[in-house]
C-alpha cells in the first residue's frame, strides 16, 4: 500500500443501495431451496442451510460501502477511485473525449475489493456518456474501448480528468451517479461497478505519477498521482 493517507483510520462499514435488490434475490433463492430440501430432502436440509448462508454472505461483502471522507482535500492531488491493484501506468491515445496524448492509469478490482467508485479529485463534471459494449476480461488490452463502460470527465483549474469504468467478464452493470454540470467534492462517490472490474483514468502529460504496476491502492486513502499547480 502506498502514498496512503488516514490509512491506520477504521472505516464504518455499510451496505451500498445497488445490493438491495441482489441481496434480496439471494436470500429468496436460499429460503426456498433450503425450504425444498426440508420437505423433499430432509438429510440435506443442513447442506442447504449452509450453502445458502455462504452465498448470501459472499454477495454481501461485494456490496460492502465503507464511508471513507477524504482526510487532506486538495486540488492538486488525484486520489485513488477505486479499491484495487494498479495494472497500467502509462501513455497513450485518449480518443473519445481530449483526442490527444494522456497519461494512463488503471485500477483492477477484484470480486473482494470495494466496489465503490469516487471522485479522485473535486471539480465540476464536464462530461458523461454510457456505451454499451463487450464482457472482456478486464485486463483485456482492448476492453478500454471495447467492453461496456461510462466514461467521466472532471476538472478544476488544476486541469481535467477523464475517468472510465469498464465492465468485465462478471461485472454486468454500471451504475454513474454524474451529469454534465454538477459540482462534486474530492472523494465523493460518482458510481459502482457490480461484481468489480476496472477503472481507467487519464491525466494531463504534466502529471506526477505516484504508483507503479501492481500497487494496491485504496479509494480516498491512496495518493495516485500529482497534478500541476502548487
Not at 450453502?51 to 454481501?60: G, K, N
Not at 467534492?185 to 457490480?194: L, N, R
Not at 491502492?217 to 502548487?230: D, K, L, T
Request: hydrophobic share 40%; glycine share 8%.
Amino acid at each position: 500500500m502506498i502514498n496512503e493517507i488516514c490509512g491506520k483510520n477504521a472505516d464504518l462499514m455499510k451496505i451500498h443501495k445497488e445490493g438491495y435488490a441482489s441481496l434480496a434475490v439471494v436470500f429468496a433463492v436460499g429460503l426456498a431451496l433450503s425450504g425444498l430440501s426440508y420437505w423433499m430432502i430432509p438429510s440435506l436440509f443442513g447442506v442447504a442451510i449452509i450453502v445458502s448462508i455462504l452465498l448470501f454472505i459472499i454477495v454481501l461483502q461485494f456490496f460492502r460501502h465503507p464511508e471513507r471522507s477524504i482526510c487532506e482535500a486538495d486540488k492538486c492531488c488525484v486520489y485513488a477511485p477505486a479499491d484495487g491493484r494498479i495494472v497500467v501506468v502509462e501513455e497513450t491515445e485518449e480518443p473519445e473525449y481530449f483526442k490527444d496524448r494522456r497519461l494512463m492509469i488503471s485500477v483492477f478490482m477484484s470480486p473482494v475489493n470495494v466496489h465503490v467508485n469516487r471522485s479522485p479529485i473535486p471539480g465540476q463534471v464536464r462530461y458523461s456518456q454510457y456505451h454499451p459494449g463487450k464482457y472482456l476480461v478486464a485486463w483485456h488490452p482492448k476492453s478500454s474501448t471495447e467492453n461496456e463502460r461510462h466514461t467521466s470527465v472532471i476538472g478544476n483549474e488544476h486541469g481535467d480528468i477523464l475517468l472510465r469504468q469498464i465492465a468485465g467478464a462478471l461485472a454486468r452493470r454500471i451504475c454513474n451517479y454524474l451529469t454534465p454540470g454538477q459540482t462534486i467534492e474530492q472523494g465523493a462517490e460518482m458510481g459502482f461497478i457490480k461484481f468489480g472490474s476496472r477503472v481507467d483514468i487519464f491525466l494531463p502529460l504534466n502529471t506526477e505519477i505516484k504508483v507503479k504496476i501492481g500497487d494496491v491502492v485504496r479509494a480516498n486513502r491512496s495518493v495516485i498521482a500529482q497534478m500541476p499547480g502548487r
